[in-house]
């Protein structure tokens, strides 16, 4: 079945350094792939997505391009701030595969230091 | 505020208690979802409604009971819990069943905590 593979937390960089989280997944279709983002007490927001190959999301300084050569959506930004601390989710969503629901993977801790 | 709101922030409750967990979304959306999410794992679906019928249950325990009365409105009742059900409780809403097409607008969660 589809699933979603991140690298395992948690991260921890300065402040403005650079940051990539890698995201990997397998798919029987074609799906559309996202990033949320748990901010501490919070519930999962939505950040960024893409919905075909290379397709390249951003928000808030984040972004992430749909490769579909390398089945991979990594998640990245040039220089994080202490705010970015957070749990960051990859996700995606195959129609062909039980109606398009959102599977997510197991989430990576980013812990920026000042 | 987030559109999805969730009420208790925090609960704590015996093996033997009965309490339930309230969900409400301000967004117009046709679609509501219970995720669990415990330290260490993935989150897992546990409840789909659409337009308040029940069309997933991922082989949850009955000791965990959904209701949805009103497609604004989503319960999750307990009874007889068990200390590995502490957890955090996501609710979520959706303008379709579709994930893909329309994303997810989570609450704040409830932290529960069976002693």
């Known amino acids: 079945g589809d699933s979603v593979t991140q690298m395992e937390g948690p991260v921890t960089l300065s402040e403005e350094a650079f940051l990539t989280i890698n995201c990997t997944y397998t798919a029987t279709g074609y799906p559309s792939l996202f990033w949320y983002v748990q901010y501490p007490g919070e519930g999962l927001q939505l950040l960024l997505k893409?919905?075909?190959?290379?397709d390249k999301g951003s928000n808030k300084g984040f972004e992430a391009t749909y490769r579909k050569e390398t089945t991979s959506f990594h998640l990245e930004k040039g220089s994080v701030q202490v705010s970015d601390s957070a749990v960051y989710f990859c996700a995606l969503s195959d129609r062909s595969n039980q109606g398009g629901k959102l599977i997510f993977g197991q989430g990576t801790e980013l812990s920026v230091k000042p | 505020e987030t559109g999805v709101t969730q009420t208790p922030r925090h609960l704590v409750m015996g093996m033997t208690n009965k309490k339930s967990l309230k969900c409400e979304q301000h967004l117009g959306h046709n679609a509501m979802y219970w995720y669990k999410q415990s330290a260490k794992k993935p989150l897992e679906l546990m409840f789909v409604y659409s337009l308040e019928e029940r069309v997933e249950n991922n082989s949850v325990p009955s000791r965990f009971s959904p209701e949805c009365p009103n497609s604004s409105h989503l319960f999750l009742h307990l009874h007889t819990l068990q200390p590995e059900d502490s957890a955090l409780y996501l609710c979520a809403s959706s303008q379709e069943l579709a994930q893909g097409r329309s994303p997810l607008h989570f609450g704040n969660g409830t932290r529960l905590t069976v002693t």
């Open positions: 893409a919905t075909k190959a290379d």
